[in-house]
């Protein structure tokens, strides 16, 4: 592991430990009332049955809690992870870049002859295994709390909803890293960041609540993001995971191209 | 002697507003370049340029032949570098801050400490927990502990106390005797005095003086007041390069330019009670720069 590397992680390391603490907390907690759902599965549904179907939709709810699968994505998946993905993302993405220069600790390691392009590179390796530690860390605290209180989940289906989950971070965080490069501004880059995830979240539900806009829903990255599918049928969604990749690589490589041509003054 | 630095019309605008315009010099190697200017003028724009942060306007700069925008990572490695006010992480130790940087110019770890003893730089406290002169200390260490030949110095000394100042200026004292180039950026006038060789006076953005200190205090006028035990003969101090500004009896008041060893023998043969030479320091100089108009004086003309 280079310098560049292992000071980046030891920078993200009490980011990362209080997010894994609150993702594995947080899933822990769920998933030792999960029993609660899965006995009164019938009761629950009762309950749910009350609010509009669209409400439901709108959240993620589209089948009964005592199903993993349902639970997972209701509680976690889609509520969760994103705002967890969103915390990481936008720290480390900013960070390296827009972050450094504002504080003049960037020409201290671009003075020597790391080269720009290796000094980012190291940056997103770490945003890398930033969002790797955080989504095993949401999956490995609802697997271990189920196996606790006699629930055990289907470990093979939610380790690929983590790897789904990991897919989506790493393109947040990438997302993020370009608008960084290209603004220089640490403000700049993390609001329009959380304004588009949070518009995106808005288009999600809205195109589950009214069939009529339910082309918005393509435009959020939300709707390639449905861990119920996975958990349930243990089908990896190659295509979304394909999509979040695609997203990631791209703007991590535009990053370092726009990176590496543009002046750094703040 | 080789050119280690080489700027030629290097201009750098931020949109519409100024950085630097068409500053032209070289440094030789084994020189220690001063480059004076007030806040503004285009010093650290200058060296954002030489370390390949900012891409030219216009011309070009480079660092031993390696164009400093295209090649920065080649030329950096022989090059250490100090901005004035390091971004240094307040959660790191002084330590740690140099082994990080040290590693990435292929230092050893510990390579730092010779020097932070020397400074008396405790180590082993928390960057957010040091004072701003300690901190600027650990700028000093990062600039002199490796072995590059290219020290490129942005106000280093600036909140040094004056003991560090003194043992700064002898670190650079000990690089150009090891052969090392340095260019130091300062306003800080009686440290570039005392450090430089050559002197390069930035104003608005444009180079307008290149000169050795020895020329640059050289050229301007001293004043020489003279008390004699008697009164002068007729033309004894009708020499080149001296102005008799007035003579009272034995009270004589001249003002001499350049070479001033004509006037110091002529004065040995006299019989003197009492001699005055007031020399124009830097900093004299350097605000007659400033008040000049920008063109049309030979002061003010670049070089």
Redesign the interface.
């Given at each position: 592991m280079n310098a560049a590397l292992r000071l980046e992680m030891r920078r993200s390391r009490t980011l990362l430990l209080w997010l894994a603490v609150i993702a594995l907390g947080y899933g822990a907690m769920l998933a030792v009332f999960y029993p609660v759902f899965r006995d009164n599965s019938k009761l629950v549904d009762q309950y749910l049955s009350l609010f509009p179907k669209e409400f439901l939709a709108a959240f993620g709810m589209e089948g009964s809690l005592s199903d993993p699968g349902v639970f997972f994505s209701s509680y976690i998946g889609g509520m969760l992870w994103p705002i967890v993905a969103a915390i990481a993302g936008i720290s480390m993405a900013t960070r390296p870049t827009a972050s450094d220069l504002e504080r003049g600790f960037l020409e201290l390691p671009l003075s020597t002859p790391l080269s720009r392009v290796r000094y980012l590179a190291s940056a997103v390796a770490g945003q890398v295994t930033g969002m790797a530690i955080l989504a095993a860390a949401t999956v490995a605290g609802v697997l271990l709390a189920g196996w606790l209180v006699g629930a055990p989940f289907d470990a093979g289906g939610f380790a690929l909803a983590g790897i789904v989950a990991w897919a989506f971070g790493c393109a947040v965080a990438a997302v993020t890293t370009l608008v960084a490069v290209v603004t220089l501004s640490r403000g700049l880059a993390a609001g329009a960041t959380a304004g588009a995830l949070l518009a995106m979240y808005l288009m999600n539900a809205l195109a589950r609540i009214q069939p009529d806009l339910a082309w918005l829903g393509d435009l959020s990255a939300f709707r390639y993001y449905q861990a119920t599918p996975i958990i349930d049928h243990g089908r990896f969604p190659w295509g979304d995971f394909s999509i979040f990749g695609l997203v990631a690589v791209a703007a991590w490589t535009a990053s370092l191209w726009a990176f590496r041509r543009r002046d750094l003054s703040a | 002697m080789t050119n280690v630095i080489e700027a030629e019309g290097l201009t750098k605008w931020?949109g519409r507003r100024r950085g630097i315009v068409e500053v032209d010099f070289v440094v030789a190697e084994g020189e220690v370049f001063g480059f004076l200017g007030p806040n503004g003028a285009g010093k650290t724009t200058t060296i954002?340029l030489l370390?390949g942060?900012?891409?030219p306007s216009a011309g070009r700069a480079a660092i031993f032949g390696l164009d400093c925008w295209t090649a920065?990572?080649?030329a950096?490695?022989r090059?250490a570098?100090v901005?004035s006010?390091?971004?240094?992480?307040g959660?790191l130790t002084a330590g740690e801050q140099l082994d990080?940087?040290g590693?990435?110019?292929?230092l050893p770890r510990g390579a730092w400490r010779p020097l932070a003893e020397r400074l008396d730089l405790d180590p082993n406290v928390h960057i957010r927990k040091l004072s701003r002169g300690n901190r600027q200390k650990i700028g000093v260490v990062q600039a002199f502990m490796g072995h590059e030949t290219l020290l490129?110095m942005d106000e280093p000394s600036s909140g040094l106390d004056p003991l560090m100042q003194r043992e700064f200026l002898a670190l650079v004292a000990e690089a150009r005797a090891a052969g090392r180039t340095v260019f130091l950026s300062s306003h800080n006038l009686p440290e570039v005095e005392r450090a430089c060789d050559r002197v390069g006076i930035i104003r608005e953005g444009r180079l307008v003086d290149i000169s050795t200190v020895g020329e640059l205090l050289g050229s301007h006028w001293r004043s020489v007041n003279l008390a004699l035990e008697t009164p002068p003969a007729a033309g004894t101090f009708e020499l080149p390069n001296v102005e008799i500004v007035a003579v009272t009896g034995r009270e004589v008041h001249l003002m001499v330019r350049g070479d001033i060893n004509p006037l110091l023998d002529r004065i040995a043969s006299l019989s003197v009670r009492d001699v005055a030479i007031t020399t124009p320091d830097i900093e004299d100089i350097f605000l007659r720069f400033y008040h000049a108009p920008e063109t049309g004086t030979p002061e003010a003309g670049a070089r």
């Open positions: - | 931020y954002r370390l942060f900012l891409r920065a990572p080649a950096h490695t090059v570098y901005g006010e390091p971004g240094y992480l959660e990080y940087l590693t990435l110019r292929g490129l």
